[in-house]
């Protein structure tokens, strides 16, 4: 099956996992097929063929700790003869989950022991339970990995929520952060009092009373143990965090670039989740129109096994796609969580800046009415020393002749 070879070349050395899924399907039941047939081979010319891939999440934290969720296909290729029986697979994969979950299936499967598969029917049963093992390796971590999303969703929200951006964009706050940037210490401010008090805040700053009374305590009094308490909730953190820090040291736009690339990693895993739910529904349309087939009922005779079969391959099927799309609402609910909180970020950013602005221009009005001030006393004293001068001008020369007469 030439389509096939497409879904081969993908596995390939490439910096970014391969995130389309497509689903192929070629059949040869018509009696004119019949000609292709090879009795040495064992082949009737009869068969049914098609190819997919499926892309899961897998685990592994060799490489990296803090992100150990990875994006890995699988090609598959499948070929049944419907007048033998016989089937063909060849399944592609980056390690040996599928060969090993293949293995594992024979024994806890009597579909798949080999005094089952005596009939063409027997192993076209033994077909979907193939595929259904396939399906399940697709489904199976997805749930682990949203809740990793979840939680590297939450200690963002945690900070865009729950911080305390009022405090932090005072005015108190952002004079003292501008001053510390301007390079001013806790030393110049007091340098900037009068010299009585400077040496009482220099004590002050260097006198820690309860330390002290900690330890003298602890030598005479028995030591108390602290009554068992609840974990602090995250509004009670976010409380304590350090008013002190800079603003841009927890909303910064390293952060809101890291908002970015969860969006788009949710963004990615959820267009691939919704390609797997529709590959699972086209190879369930396929054995459905296929069985339904009079060609292929020619050489299938539907029995209550194999109509047993189909059934069950149909109803699990159903549910592992209805687990995905549950899944998928999931994490597009998370998605839209996230929007709703780069949203906010952006309008924390802008409430710092019109606080700031709000600060500069209140320090530029005041400092105008500063300058205000200054040239109205400069004026005042601008016209005290021009009536002096008038005044020397007056009585210089008298004075200089009463003494040129003197002399």
């Not at 029986?85 to 390690?95: C, H, P, V």
């Not at 086209?282 to 029995?303: C, G, K, N, Q």
């Not at 009005?365 to 016209?383: F, G, P, Y």
Request: with cysteine; net charge positive; hydrophobic share 40%.
């Amino acid at each position: 099956m030439a389509a096939f070879l497409d879904l081969v070349f993908t596995f390939r050395e490439r910096e970014e996992p391969e995130t389309l899924t497509v689903f192929r399907a070629e059949d040869h039941i018509s009696p004119s097929d019949a000609a292709f047939a090879h009795p040495k081979l064992d082949r009737s010319g009869l068969r049914v063929q098609h190819c997919f891939n499926l892309v899961g999440i897998e685990f592994n934290d060799k490489h990296d700790k803090e992100w150990p969720w990875f994006l890995r296909q699988t090609a598959n290729y499948h070929s049944f003869d419907i007048v033998t029986g016989k089937a063909l697979w060849i399944s592609l994969k980056g390690n040996e989950q599928i060969t090993k979950r293949l293995k594992k299936s024979i024994p806890a499967h009597s579909q798949l022991c080999p005094s089952a598969l005596e009939t063409a029917e027997s192993r076209f049963t033994a077909t979907l339970l193939t595929h259904l093992i396939i399906f399940q390796w697709c489904v199976e971590n997805w749930p682990q990995f949203i809740n990793f999303l979840e939680g590297k969703l939450n200690d963002q929200l945690e900070k865009v929520r729950l911080g305390p951006v009022t405090k932090m964009t005072e005015p108190e706050k952002i004079e003292k952060i501008a001053n510390l940037r301007r390079g001013t210490t806790f030393n110049s401010a007091i340098g900037q009092v009068p010299p009585s008090r400077a040496g009482t805040l220099r004590k002050t700053a260097s006198f820690q009373p309860p330390a002290m009374v900690k330890r003298i305590s602890s030598r005479f009094l028995p030591e108390k143990k602290p009554a068992p308490s609840l974990p602090p909730t995250k509004e009670e953190e976010m409380k304590t965090v350090d008013l002190d820090l800079d603003f841009n040291q927890l909303y910064n736009f390293e952060e809101l670039q890291k908002l970015g690339q969860l969006k788009d990693t949710m963004q990615q895993h959820h267009l691939v989740m919704g390609q797997n739910v529709n590959i699972m529904k086209e190879v369930m349309a396929r054995y459905t129109t296929l069985f339904a087939s009079a060609d292929f009922r020619a050489h299938i005779t539907p029995t209550a096994k194999c109509q047993s079969g189909l059934d069950s391959f149909m109803s699990r099927t159903r549910q592992l796609t209805r687990d995905m799309e549950n899944l998928c609402l999931r994490l597009q609910s998370l998605i839209s969580i996230l929007e709703s909180t780069e949203a906010q970020f952006h309008g924390i950013l802008q409430y710092r800046n019109i606080r700031t602005g709000e600060y500069f221009a209140q320090s530029a009005h005041d400092s105008a009415k500063v300058m205000e001030r200054m040239a109205v006393k400069t004026k005042q004293e601008t016209v005290s020393m021009h009536s002096i001068t008038i005044l020397t001008l007056v009585f210089l020369p008298g004075t200089f002749l009463a003494v040129s007469c003197l002399t």
